[in-house]
Nanobody, 118 residues
Framework: QVQLVESGGGLVETGGSLRLSCTPI????????KAWYRQTPGKQARELVA??????????ADSAKGRSTISRESAKDVAVLYLQMHNLKPEDTGNYLC?????????WGRGTEVTVSS
C-alpha cells in the first residue's frame, strides 16, 4: 500500500488556474502509473480526470482535454504527480484524489478540494 497526499486545491474564479500535487508519504515510493480522480458532492463514484503511465503517456477525460496537463517529477528522494489545470469551470469543482491508474487501488487519501466560483 502506498499512501498518497494531495495538495494544491483552493477557491478560484471561473477561468482561473490551479496546480495540484500528489506525493507519497514514503520517499521510497514513486508516482508511476498514477492518476487524478475527482469526486463531486453527492456522488460516490470517482471520475477519472487524467492518468500518467510509466512510459510517459497520458490520457484525459473529455472534460479535461485541452485544459489540463498531468505530469510527474521523479528523482532521487523526489516523487510528485502534478495536475495543472487552466480555464477552470464551475463543473470542475470537486475533491481531487490521486491513486493508481488501474485496480487494485491503494487506500484513498483525503484529497484536495477545488472550488470554482461562477
Amino acid at each position: 500500500q502506498v499512501q498518497l497526499v494531495e495538495s494544491g486545491g483552493g477557491l478560484v474564479e471561473t477561468g482561473g488556474s490551479l496546480r495540484l500535487s500528489c506525493t507519497p508519504i514514503s520517499s521510497l515510493c514513486n508516482v508511476h502509473n498514477k492518476a487524478w480522480y475527482r469526486q463531486t458532492p453527492g456522488k460516490q463514484a470517482r471520475e477519472l480526470v487524467a492518468s500518467n503511465r510509466s512510459d510517459g503517456s497520458a490520457d484525459y477525460a473529455d472534460s479535461a482535454k485541452g485544459r489540463s496537463t498531468i505530469s510527474r517529477e521523479s528523482a532521487k528522494d523526489v516523487a510528485v504527480l502534478y495536475l495543472q489545470m487552466h480555464n477552470l469551470k464551475p463543473e470542475d469543482t470537486g475533491n481531487y484524489l490521486c491513486n493508481d491508474v488501474d485496480p487494485p487501488f491503494n487506500s484513498w487519501g483525503r484529497g484536495t478540494e477545488v472550488t470554482v466560483s461562477s
